[in-house]
C-alpha cells in the first residue's frame, strides 16, 4: 500500500511538498516515484528515485522546479515542488517498482492520488 499526502492549493510560484510511505509490502527494495494526470490529460510521468538513491530521473517539464528524495532504507519518498506553475495542476500518484525502468514507465505499484491545484 502506497500513501501519499501532502497535496492541496498553491498560488503560481509557490511550492508544495508531497510525501508517500509503502507499507505492507514483502518486497522491500522499491524504486519510487510519481507519476500525475492533468484534467482531460494522459497520466505522465514526473520523477523517480532508486531505492539506493543513487539514480534520479526527471520529466523535462519539472527539471530544475521539482526535487525527489527518499530517506536511506527505507521505502519513503518526498517531492519538493517549487516554482509551481498553473499547467502543474494535476492529481499526483506516488509510485513504486522493484525495476529501474519499471519505476520511469509502468510502476507495478500505485498509490491514491493527491489533488494538487495551482492557481494562476
Known amino acids: 500500500q502506497l500513501q501519499a499526502s501532502g497535496g492541496g492549493l498553491v498560488q503560481a510560484g509557490g511550492s508544495l511538498r508531497l510525501s508517500c510511505a509503502a507499507s505492507?509490502?514483502?518486497?522491500?527494495?522499491?524504486?519510487m516515484g510519481w507519476f500525475r494526470q492533468a484534467p482531460g490529460k494522459e497520466r505522465e510521468f514526473v520523477a523517480a528515485?532508486?531505492?539506493?538513491?543513487?539514480?534520479?530521473d526527471y520529466a523535462d517539464s519539472v527539471k530544475g522546479r521539482f526535487t525527489i528524495s527518499r530517506e536511506n532504507g527505507k521505502n519513503t519518498v518526498a517531492l519538493q515542488m517549487n516554482s509551481l506553475k498553473p499547467e502543474d495542476t494535476a492529481v499526483y500518484y506516488c509510485?513504486?517498482?522493484?525495476?529501474?525502468?519499471?519505476?520511469?514507465?509502468?510502476?507495478?505499484?500505485w498509490g491514491r492520488g493527491t489533488l494538487v491545484t495551482v492557481s494562476s
Open positions: 509510485i513504486a517498482d522493484s525495476e529501474w525502468v519499471g519505476a520511469r514507465r509502468g510502476p507495478d505499484y
Open positions: 505492507g509490502r514483502t518486497v522491500t527494495r522499491l524504486h
Open positions: 528515485i532508486s531505492w539506493s538513491s543513487s539514480n534520479t
